[in-house]
């Protein structure tokens, strides 16, 4: 009775709920169970060396994060990097860390991807052609390409492809160019790269014909006001990971080497991105239209 009464006095007076639940939405960059099935080793790690619990709810479409982040009032998200940078514009969230990927990278890029068979190397080979995006609210899966596409001279995209639209995520959009279902895929490198290692199709039928600049990798974000001591926790308990032997064996399930410190500043390249893009991040219509 005493240790109850003790969590009870504690979460009561440290911001968090008297559950003693932090709640984490996670982006559909891949299959929902796919995506679920990485995350649940942090979560319950984090449980485990804080105490504090971690409800992880996937987030069906990136253009729902906005409002579903408002409206089901969570405590954090593993942010993409235009969601993040959206995040930090519109809800004033603080980054706190992100992972390095195995390659090294705490970042990720944006592909353009096609059959290496379809003959198309360049945006003037694009024109007539099928186009996948992911969603409107993805620096590889939208922004970038359009900011690609803009560059170009390509400034009406519903008249220059024969068809084009959203997949979802990165393993569908790079599933509808392996498979002829489309001839253009927009994707995040690092996806491209976990598909290709479970797939080795993708790495002998598909090319990539333009990359963009780095951006941050998927990095946690949590809400303004969230108790010091709470972020702190989740800060130093990621960061601390790859010195924990327990902590590395939880990585390699993640498929990442350690988790390293992010700020607001980290994000300057997808501002720049979406500026090219014509896309005013602060005012941006995100829903897929």
Do not use: W
Request: aromatic fraction near 10%; charged fraction near 25%.
């Amino acid at each position: 009775m005493y240790r109850i009464l003790t969590v009870i006095f504690v979460l009561l007076f440290s911001g968090v709920s008297a559950a003693a639940e932090l709640r984490i939405g996670l982006i559909p960059e891949q299959n929902v169970f796919k995506q679920s099935e990485r995350y649940k080793p942090i979560g319950d790690y984090i449980e485990k060396k804080t105490g504090i619990k971690v409800q992880f709810t996937i987030i069906s479409r990136y253009g729902n994060i906005i409002d579903r982040f408002k409206s089901e009032k969570m405590d954090g998200v593993f942010f993409g990097s235009f969601t993040g940078a959206m995040a930090i514009s519109m809800l004033g969230v603080e980054p706190l860390a992100r992972p390095v990927n195995l390659d090294g990278t705490s970042t990720y890029r944006g592909y353009i991807i096609v059959r290496k068979d379809s003959g198309i190397k360049s945006a003037p080979d694009m024109k007539g052609k099928r186009l996948a995006f992911v969603e409107k609210a993805t620096t590889a899966g939208y922004v970038f390409p359009m900011a690609y596409f803009k560059e170009h001279g390509i400034n009406n995209i519903g008249t220059y492809f024969k068809e084009y639209y959203f997949a979802g995520s990165h393993d569908a959009a790079i599933d509808a160019v392996l498979d002829g279902k489309a001839d253009i895929g927009c994707v995040k490198h690092s996806m491209f790269d976990r598909v290709s290692r479970a797939n080795p199709r993708v790495a002998t039928e598909l090319t990539i014909i333009a990359e963009s600049p780095d951006v941050p990798s998927n990095g946690l974000c949590v809400r303004g006001g969230l108790d010091e001591n709470i972020k702190k926790k989740l800060h130093d308990t990621l960061i601390g990971m790859d010195n924990d032997p327990e902590g590395k064996n939880v990585l390699g399930k993640f498929e990442a080497i350690k988790f390293i410190s992010t700020t607001k500043d980290d994000y300057t390249p997808v501002f720049d991105i979406a500026r090219k893009a014509g896309i005013d991040i602060k005012n941006y219509n995100y829903n897929n239209e």
